[in-house]
């Protein structure tokens, strides 16, 4: 038993051997490279580098060039961002102010003899306005007629319109 398995390590070992050395066997030799190397050193005399094989190989030089612990990465290289100039638009660009929308709703009338009384709604609050009233200090009212009410929006002095009601 211990016979087979000393059998089959040296079988294992004998062809991982083969397999390390047999690339190389099988290899042609490239166009002007010699399947034997020789290194001329000023050692030798002119009679010796003559006796050796016809040329002397060069020396391949594999000492590391550049940095052996430089950092590289797998990304590439980033691109610097070109810049075109812009012609500069001297002319500001001016908004003309407007009125926020109207925040009241219309809820009802009231009309007496003397007087027509309006409610609005805004949000929570109910208003009874009329002709002359200001709410907020924001908001006056301009006139009340049967179909509209003309509010005045005094930061800006601008006009707005609320329907209240129809002509029939």
Not at 75 to 103: D, F, G
Request: charged share 20%; proline share 8%.
């Amino acid at each position: 038993m211990n016979t087979k398995r000393v059998a089959g390590w040296v079988a294992f070992f004998g062809v991982a051997a083969a397999l390390a050395w047999l690339p190389d066997y099988l290899k042609a030799p490239e166009d002007g490279e010699l399947s034997v190397a020789t290194v001329a050193t000023p050692a030798k005399s002119k009679t010796a580098a003559a006796v050796d094989s016809g040329k002397a190989a060069p020396i391949k030089d594999l000492s590391p060039s550049g940095d052996l612990f430089a950092a590289r990465s797998w990304k590439a290289a980033p691109q610097l961002a070109s810049v075109t100039e812009q012609p500069v638009n001297l002319t500001p660009v001016v908004q003309i102010p407007s009125a926020p929308p109207m925040p009241f709703q219309f809820v009802g009338k009231l009309h007496d003899r003397a007087d027509l009384q309006v409610f609005l709604q805004n949000g929570e609050k109910i208003y009874v306005v009329r002709k002359g009233d200001v709410i907020d200090d924001t908001w006056r009212i301009e006139g009340i007629s049967d179909v509209e009410l003309s509010l005045v929006y005094l930061p800006l002095h601008l006009a707005q319109t609320l329907s209240v009601g129809s002509t029939q």
